[in-house]
């Protein structure tokens, strides 16, 4: 059971997939009954599995396309075959007898798919100037809508400064092994490190903000991340980590037929419109993101929307971070 729990529901469709996919592959070359590959030497195991690995790329198991599949899926699909039969088996047929080094012909043929496949196309960091586009629609919008535009103001501007994945604050398809935010992940306190969190009432004389991240890729548990509140001297005005949560959470607060029991377990990304509780996915995060940035223009912003995505949030926090002199190697080991 631990070893079940040890993985993500969407790594173990991952497996089963490649598993699938080697079943079939050995059907079309008639090793059906040698599945192990147990008749063969070590060099005509490796030959196998990467005829196997061009079987892959060639779309042999999935849908019709004129485009090769990724170098990156075809290594994953392989590495998930090499995790099954170590487990069963003992030993890893794509690596040199007796050693954790990947056989050299496997080695060259992942280098080559990486060098044909097109080049990554990267999402474009967000400007501080999108996100005041969204506290100013927020300001206008209509009854109908208001808490909706609010939510997103708020997410977003909290996200930026802690450069958070968009599944620690909306909803995403899949299982995560990151942990939605709730409103116990939120800590604040005063300018004299008075703890405040328990009091609505006098949080507007928060002057931090901490944020507990239960789990996040990094596999560090319950990481926890301050911000300080920001001056309005400075300029900045909405945008400001502890102004946006201290809003986000009153809120929260304010809604008093929440679907939730314990105001401590309420997400962060609950909203209520037109009489209707929901939590906010991240298709409508792209939407409106791409909606703004349109609204903005090429000629304000430097990008379309068909540059930006979910991660441009992410990306716009460490663009922030870098611009304002943090160095280089401590944004890499922030994760």
Known sequence: MQREMGITKG??????????????????????????????????????????????RRRHFSKPDTSDLAAGTVQETIAKLDEIFRTNLGYNPTHIPGTEE?????????????????????QRALLVYVYRKFHRMAAVSPDTSRDLDKALAELLTLAFFFCMRSCEYFDVQGEQRTKLLCVKNLRFYTSDNRYISGN????????????????????????????????????????????????????LYSYTNSPYKK?????????????????????????????????????????????????????????????????????????
């Open 102 to 122: 990947l056989h050299p012909a496997l080695s060259r043929q992942f280098k080559e798919m990486k060098n044909m496949d097109p080049g990554e196309k990267q």
């Open 263 to 335: 105001f401590q377990d309420t997400p962060i990304n609950l909203v209520l419109v037109q009489r209707e509780y929901y939590t906010i996915p991240s298709s409508l995060l792209l939407q409106r993101i791409r909606l703004v940035v349109d609204c903005l223009g090429f000629e304000k912003l430097g990008f379309t929307s068909a540059d930006v995505g979910t991660h441009s949030n992410r990306s716009g926090g460490a663009i922030g971070m870098f611009l304002a002199g943090t160095p280089v190697y401590t944004i890499m080991l922030m994760g």
């Open 11 to 56: 790594t173990k469709d991952k497996e089963k997939r490649a598993w699938n996919h080697w079943i079939e592959y050995t059907k079309c070359i008639g090793f059906q009954d040698d599945i192990w590959l147990k008749l063969l030497t070590p060099d005509h195991q490796t030959t196998i599995i990467g005829a196997f690995a061009a079987a892959l």
């Open 200 to 251: 609505i009432e006098y949080l507007h004389l928060a002057a931090m903000v901490s944020i507990t991240f239960e789990f996040q890729k990094r596999d560090i548990r319950n990481d926890i991340i301050s911000h300080q509140r920001l001056n309005d001297k400075q300029g900045m005005g909405e945008m400001c980590p502890v102004r946006a949560t201290v809003l986000l959470v009153q809120r």
